[in-house]
């Protein structure tokens, strides 16, 4: 079909659109102690939360979100189906972070227990805090499925944000991609057939096929798995901490060796577990009431992750004496063998394993309807709009499932290195949109703001900024010229694809619902579906 004819569109942020109906009020969060997943009632009087401490909320009209009729699939699909409160989304935020404390043990091995132990800390503080910030107020500021494509967009132009869903979306899928692999490697210990050959591959595609179908299936069943694999992912660890109190040696943790530091394993696996805060953003436009949900299960599951990663390592080399050649990928299972037996080995281990389930349908989420949120601002074909009757994004699971499939075959040092790389392009071109916007919209509508003026917000980016720059200059030339030809892939796809919608050879549209930034695409009609 033959793509509308372009015209220019005004920039107005975050305001109603002439002869669209006054939006809402946003309501209140419901109870995160009684939230089952379904939508929730408005309720009609402002409470204090745990979370005032993070930053400010504003009384500002309820962001225009998608039409309900717009595109197949959409205007029959239940409001329950396409709502996600907040103990959920606490749950996808851990599983889109961490999924657990598999893998820190390399922290320990490369640094020892002092530095392992405040790495997290500190990184916690320098990186994950202000990037959750970040996310809290962008993602309730633009509380759509763009997330931060959209952000980057609105302050740098739609080249720039279409680079940043390139990458952000190369990155996630990449990493998706380790999942698959990590779960079987955990399993061909017990079927050895799993090593190699023609069952691994097999079980590969049909692990990903299970797993893609519950994308399919929508955000609340996928909540909800996240929920209960988070469960069993962490009682283990717990467990293993009470039965470990009578050996826990405090002494043990101040164990240091500054001149036997690994500082490439050792930075890489704190960034690798503390990172990828913001991909929740691309689900914004599926939570129930974001502005006050997104950044209460963000300060939530700050705390959570956090905590997840130093109660196993305080545990860990608290109890058990030292030896820092064991300390690798695993060895947490070989600690609850020590400590508790056999039964909670194997606990362990399978936790380990369903924790990359869970890992997967989280990345995959935010992967697919980042696609979805993408054509809905034009940057992508109307297909990519196409609403499963599950509501969910068909086209965009697709392609994530397979992109996961082609990249399956990397070796996990290559999928880290690689991710880390485009990981860290994107995140410098987010610092620069939130700055930006907070200079020049500074009374744009902020359901939640950092409570930092701009000086002080740029204060709180030079940390992680410089630890970008350490990140990414760490690298090997092989890691940095895969990456940055894979960035030149997205420099011209944006101009190939502009160019096919110049032809007229594929629809792009842009969703009337929405709020403009720039994009110079037009809206569709309001009888028009996005999807074909």
């Not at 962001?63 to 103990?87: E, T």
């Amino acid at each position: 079909m033959a793509a509308n004819g372009r015209s220019e569109v005004p920039l107005a942020v975050l305001q109603d659109r002439p002869g669209s109906t006054a939006a809402a009020a946003a309501p209140l969060p419901a109870d995160p102690g009684s939230d089952t997943g379904q939508e929730k009632p408005a309720q009609n009087s402002a409470s204090e939360d745990c979370t005032a401490t993070m930053g400010e909320y504003s009384a500002e009209p309820e962001y225009r979100g998608l039409p309900n009729g717009a595109g197949d699939g959409a205007a029959s699909m239940p409001a329950a189906l396409r709502k996600v409160s907040i103990v959920p989304l606490v749950f996808l935020i851990f599983y889109e972070v961490s999924g657990g404390p598999f893998g820190i043990e390399d922290s320990v091995g490369a640094a020892g227990p002092l530095l392992a132990i405040a790495g997290f800390l500190v990184l916690a503080v320098v990186w994950s805090i202000p990037e959750a910030l970040i996310t809290a107020e962008l993602g309730t500021m633009f509380p759509e499925n763009g997330g931060y494509v959209v952000w980057v967009a609105s302050a740098l132009g739609p080249y720039w944000g279409f680079q940043q869903g390139w990458m952000k979306w190369l990155s996630g899928v990449i990493d998706n991609a380790l999942y698959p692999v990590l779960f079987l490697d955990y399993l061909k210990s017990a079927v050895p057939a799993l090593g190699g050959g023609m069952p691994r591959v097999g079980a590969v595609l049909g692990l990903t096929a299970v797993l893609t179908l519950l994308n399919y299936w929508g955000l609340t069943v996928v909540g909800w798995v996240a929920i209960c694999l988070g469960v069993f992912s962490v009682l283990p660890f717990f467990v293993m901490g009470l039965i470990s109190l009578p050996k826990l040696r405090p002494a043990r943790w101040l164990v240091v060796d500054l001149h036997n530091v690994d500082w490439n394993l050792y930075l890489n696996t704190l960034f690798w577990n503390l990172n990828y805060w913001d991909s929740i953003s691309t689900l914004s436009g599926e939570v129930d009431n974001p502005g006050k949900t997104l950044p209460k299960a963000l300060f939530y599951a700050v705390i959570f992750v956090v905590v997840g990663y130093l109660y196993p390592l305080l545990v860990g080399t608290g109890a058990v004496p030292l030896d820092r050649g064991q300390w690798s990928d695993g060895y947490f299972a070989d600690i609850a063998k020590l400590l508790g037996g056999a039964w909670l080995m194997w606990w362990v281990q399978a936790a380990a394993a369903l924790s990359n389930m869970g890992m997967f349908v989280a990345e995959m989420s935010s992967d697919s309807y980042q696609l979805l949120g993408m054509a809905e601002r034009g940057m992508l074909p109307a297909f990519f709009a196409r609403r499963s009757r599950h509501g969910t994004p068909l086209v965009g699971i697709l392609f994530s499932a397979s992109g996961v499939l082609l990249l399956s075959s990397m070796s996990f040092q290559e999928i880290v290195a690689a991710e880390n790389f485009l990981y860290c392009f994107g995140m410098l071109l987010e610092f620069l949109a939130f700055v930006l916007l907070r200079v020049r919209r500074p009374d744009a509508p902020r359901p939640y703001r950092v409570p930092l003026g701009t000086a002080g917000c740029v204060a709180m980016l030079v940390p992680p900024t410089a630890l970008i720059v350490v990140v990414l200059a760490l690298s090997t030339l092989k890691v940095a010229l895969v990456s940055l030809g894979a960035v030149a892939v997205g420099l011209v796809l944006q101009p190939a694809l502009r160019f096919v919608e110049k032809k007229g050879w594929l629809r792009f549209a842009v969703n009337s619902d929405l709020p403009d930034i720039g994009v110079p695409h037009a809206p569709a009609a309001v009888d028009e579906p996005l999807a074909p």
